[in-house]
């Protein structure tokens, strides 16, 4: 998360008119960096929702207050933002500043995973080999998995996908693990948009 901060930070610093925001985070001055990504969080734009509501859950620059994230991270999603919407889908799952709801959680991850957002993909590979909030499909979790393990920097996050797939796998037959590397090998991501 902070990595996100930090790198939507240097972004943001680049777009214009709140370049002050991201040079105020990348000083360490992260009151006023909260101070002006909310102004810019409340004349509706989502990148700066999706870093204020990170910000709350962390306790940078602001109190910590999970609520208050997840409203910032809701007003992001609905515009179709895939970074709060697995956000919002992990505050669900966690019960952080919401009530813990799977069937919620893999929703938020679902819109996310669809546009291509790596961690939404695992987090959504594991719900499935669980059967947390959706119906356990080992095909569907191995295809999120491996996704997620094709688009994640080396790293432990990679390697657990990577493990976790493989793990699946071991309990899978030939052809259904030949049947999620084709729905992996042919997924194609989304642009979700908001409805009127």
């Known amino acids: 998360m902070l990595a996100l901060l930090s790198l939507a930070g240097a972004s943001l610093a680049e777009a214009g008119p ?8 990348d000083r360490g001055d992260y009151a006023t960096a909260a101070r002006l990504y909310r102004d810019w969080a409340e004349q509706g734009h989502g990148n700066a929702q999706d870093l204020l509501g990170a910000m709350y859950e962390a306790g940078i620059g602001v109190k910590q207050d999970y609520a208050e994230a997840t409203r910032w991270w809701r007003k992001a999603a609905d515009q179709g933002y895939p970074s709060p919407q697995n956000s919002l889908g992990a505050a669900y ?15 938020w991850y679902q819109r996310a995973a669809d546009q291509g957002h790596a961690k939404a993909q695992y987090n959504l590979g594991v719900m499935y080999a669980d059967g947390a909030g959706v119906p356990q499909d080992y095909v569907i979790a191995h295809m999120w998995l491996n996704l997620a393990a094709s688009h994640l920097n080396p790293g432990p996050e990679h390697d657990d996908a990577l493990k976790r797939r493989d793990a699946l796998a071991a ?6 693990v030949a049947e999620a590397q084709k729905r992996a090998r042919e997924f194609r991501p989304k642009v979700w948009r908001k409805k009127a």
């Open 18 to 25: 709140f370049e002050d925001a991201g040079r105020a985070y």
């Open 93 to 107: 799952y966690r019960g952080r500043g919401v009530s813990q709801d799977y069937g919620k959680a893999s929703k």
């Open 171 to 176: 309990r899978m037959t030939p052809d259904q």
